[in-house]
């Protein structure tokens, strides 16, 4: 086995929910170190990015809907990478089925999952499913001076007009 990156996000009704310590306390029985840490507001252009092999399903509008946040009036999502030997394989098989009915009632899907009357999934956490995925996740939602460690190759640039928010003196 080799250290492998995972890509972790409590979504909107994980938080609505206040399970936030409850999926942490779970995931710290996998041992992995967590890399990286944030709350996102999570914009209509990277939530679609991020399921976007997801988009000619019929539920795809509703699934943005829900990672916005627009469902549960919670407009954030806590991201996490979580580093370690085996790690996407620790982090799914704690996370359960990604239907909560189907998963394992011990996972954190099993326990704290739940399926809509239209048939959404709120499955209050996401975790990368391969190598390859994760990359793509991780690489979506944050930026490599956000990662405590170096986990794919990065180059030096220079940006010209980049505007951000900076604090007020």
């Not at 994980?14 to 507001?41: D, F, H, P, Q, W």
């Not at 190598?131 to 190759?153: C, D, G, K, N, T």
């Amino acid at each position: 086995m080799n250290n492998q990156a995972t890509l972790v996000l409590i979504k909107p009704d994980g938080l609505k929910k206040s399970l936030t310590g409850n999926i942490l306390t779970r995931l710290s029985e996998t041992k992995l170190e967590i890399v990286a840490a944030k709350m996102v507001r999570v914009t209509d252009e990277l939530a679609r990015e991020h399921y976007a092999h997801l988009k000619d399903q019929p539920f795809f509008e509703e699934l943005i809907n829900y990672i916005k946040g627009d469902l549960h009036d919670r407009k954030k999502a806590m991201a996490m990478v979580y580093w370690g030997e085996g790690a996407i394989g620790k982090v799914r098989q704690l996370a359960g089925a990604t239907n909560p009915e189907e998963a394992d009632p011990v996972s954190i899907r099993g326990a704290y999952g739940r399926i809509t009357t239209k048939g959404l999934y709120e499955n209050v956490i996401h975790c990368s499913s391969n190598e390859s995925e994760a990359r793509r996740e991780i690489q979506l939602w944050f930026a490599p001076e956000e990662i405590i460690v170096e986990l794919y190759p990065t180059k030096e640039a220079v940006e010209k007009e980049v505007r951000r928010t900076v604090w007020a003196k």
